[in-house]
Structure formats: structure tokens, C-alpha cells
């Protein structure tokens, strides 16, 4: 089965930029979404298609796919940021969907 | 506004079963595809199974093949999932999401608060 690998914990600095990493084989070949995920709360979609945001999300979010590898970025990190970020991809083949294991992002 | 609302959960012993229910309204139901999702607790995000708009199209994880069955009643917007065969592995959150295709990839752009299944004797 087709795994994602995410870094299980990311910090950035109040106002600063955060990247969330999302590793997978050939993830190039495929698209990227994004959630949030705030304690006690469900998840949201943040990001899709590697780098589209829904309209509720500010423009401070924003994605990308480079080789093997796509990244979350967050800029002018706010407290309000705080939460577990998940990458997924669909399998056109299978029907399956992956999700990474979660990134726990702290602004400090 | 979407709104999708899971009911069904609980406290079930190993070997059980359960059926869950997710009310949608606020859009089309049956012109959109649709997700079960669950989160063990402290865990992750595991993706359970997911329909087509009429029921043509399918999945399942590995982990619940042959056990679960989803389906959906669309004059009712309903989604359902009916569990058998309980494990303590089963224990999670189970979140009702609506799936969405766009471009030809598909990704969950609105999701229920979800409803805790516990599997314990």
C-alpha cells in the first residue's frame, strides 16, 4: 500500500513561516491535499490540488509538490495556526486514500 | 452551509456490530460522492471507505474489507455504515465526510464532528 511520510513535529516562531513536509514515491504523479486539525475539533481542508485554497482559508496557506516530496507552507505563523496538519492523495488505480501520519506544528 | 451530522455511535463488545448514520443537508447530496473516515484516539487519520453519488463505485481499507459496508440513501441524504465483526482495533472516532472530485483526483471538503465507537468487553 502507498505510504505518506510526514515529520511528526514542526515549530516556527511567532510571524515566521512554516513548511510541513509530505514524503511519498512518486508523489509527484499525484495530487496533494491538506488538512488542519485542532485538538477536539475535524479535521479541515486547507489546501487541494497541491497549492488551491478553499475560500475560507487565508491566503497565508499555500502549497507545493517538488519531486518526491510536497510542503505546506504557512506564513506570518499566528498561535491560531497551532494544530495537526495531514497530507492525503487518492489512488485513480485502487480508489484508496492515503493520509500522512500527521504533523504537530507549534508556534512559539 | 454544508452540514453533516454522524449519529450510531457507542460502546459495543468484540464480535459486535454497529451502524452508523451521517444526516447531510445544506447541498446536493446525491451529486456528490462520499466518506467514512476514523481517528483511534491519539492517532492519526485512517481513511475507512468511501461511495460514488449512486452507489456504482466502492472502496474499502484492507483493515475493514469484508466487515463494514457503506452505503447511502439519497432521497433521505444519508450515509450510512454498517460494522460487524468488532475489533478493539475498531475503537476511534468515525467522521462522515463529503467527498469531492475535482480534476480528476478527490479530496474531503466538508466534515461531520464525528461519533465515537468504542469496541471493549
Known amino acids: 500500500s502507498y505510504e505518506l511520510t510526514q515529520p511528526l513535529s514542526v515549530s516556527v516562531a511567532l510571524g515566521q513561516t512554516a513548511s510541513v513536509t509530505c514524503d511519498g514515491n512518486?508523489?509527484?504523479?499525484?495530487?496533494v491535499h491538506w488538512y488542519r486539525q485542532k485538538p477536539g475539533q475535524a479535521p479541515v481542508l486547507v489546501i487541494y490540488?497541491?497549492?488551491k485554497r478553499p475560500t475560507e482559508i487565508p491566503e497565508r496557506f499555500s502549497g507545493s509538490r517538488s519531486g518526491n516530496t510536497a510542503t505546506l507552507t504557512i506564513s506570518r505563523a499566528q498561535v491560531g495556526d497551532e494544530a495537526d496538519y495531514y497530507c492525503?492523495?487518492?489512488?485513480?488505480?485502487?480508489?484508496?486514500?492515503?493520509f500522512g501520519g500527521g504533523t504537530k506544528l507549534t508556534v512559539l | 452551509e454544508v452540514q453533516l451530522v454522524e449519529s450510531g455511535g457507542g460502546l459495543v463488545k468484540p464480535g459486535g456490530s454497529l451502524r452508523l448514520s451521517c444526516a447531510a443537508s445544506?447541498?446536493?447530496?446525491?451529486?456528490?460522492?462520499m466518506s467514512w473516515v476514523r481517528q483511534a484516539p491519539g492517532k492519526g487519520l485512517e481513511w475507512v471507505s468511501s461511495?460514488?453519488?449512486?452507489?456504482?463505485?466502492?472502496f474499502y481499507a484492507d483493515s475493514v474489507k469484508g466487515r463494514f459496508t457503506i452505503s447511502r440513501d439519497n432521497a433521505k441524504s444519508s450515509l450510512f455504515l454498517q460494522m460487524d465483526s468488532l475489533r478493539a482495533e475498531d475503537t476511534a472516532v468515525y467522521y462522515c465526510?463529503?467527498?469531492?472530485?475535482?480534476?480528476?483526483?478527490?479530496?474531503?471538503?466538508?466534515w461531520g464532528q464525528g461519533t465515537l465507537v468504542t469496541v471493549s468487553s
Open positions: 490540488r497541491d497549492n
Open positions: 445544506g447541498f446536493a447530496f446525491s451529486s456528490y460522492s
Open positions: 461511495l460514488s453519488e449512486t452507489s456504482i463505485y466502492i
Open positions: 465526510a463529503r467527498w469531492r472530485e475535482d480534476t480528476g483526483t478527490y479530496f474531503l471538503d466538508s
Open positions: 512518486k508523489i509527484g504523479t499525484k495530487n
Open positions: 492525503q492523495v487518492w489512488d485513480r488505480s485502487t480508489g484508496d486514500v492515503t
